[in-house]
């Protein structure tokens, strides 16, 4: 089931109290008892918006049908006017209680990701660029790589996957350590899945971002690439560049 929309629910809520709003019709002149409310607007626009906001109270107060509430005598819809105001109540504690808060679960600051990824698309993801953002962040780390193998022969997938080989370097060929080689199944294992990762970002991530023009991300999703892109800059930043003797 999706999250609900608290602002969304809220809105309607308020609509249905405004449409279904009563005014007091007290006695006529020489009579008693005779006093009723009625709808300020035509019954079959209040019909019509309770029809909305039944499903939103069956979400939020599921019992409101059959509460043990006061009854507002003589008043059309005082049920569903009652239930309305108690779940707004109930919704907008909610939305207080998660603003300040928060859902307990951690949170990613863009700004903690690595200098050569946040740095680069600061200006792009601040004015919602966000797909553009991540392509940047890819071509950034690309070009630190380049700068710091001193190669243009080679870039994004394959620069990587060949740097971090677990090959001993050739010429032409220096590789990024993470570690130094001690002929553990680690060693080859963090470095064949540093070249493995470099190659899925790139696939999966880069290339499609730079063929799909028409195709915006949200931000969500963006985030979770650029933290992709900021765990292998960190690698390449970090690491050690091993030549050929």
Known sequence: MTRMNREWAISKLQAFLATAS????PDAPNSFGLWTYKLDQPRADVQAAAQIIEQVLDRVLPGWRTADWPEGKRQPYWREREAANRAIAQLEAEQELSENLGSGAPQLDAATLHPWVWGSVQGLWSSGHFREA???????????????????????????????SAKPPIAGHPRLRLDTDDGSDTFRSRHDGAGSFARGVYSAIRNPIAHELDHELDENQALEQLAAFSILARWVDEAAVETAQ
């Open 22 to 25: 009563i005014t007091y019709i």
């Open 134 to 164: 991540v392509g940047m962040a890819a071509k950034a780390v690309n070009a630190q790589a380049q700068a710091k193998l001193a190669r243009r022969d080679l870039s994004e997938a394959k620069l990587l996957a060949d740097a971090f």
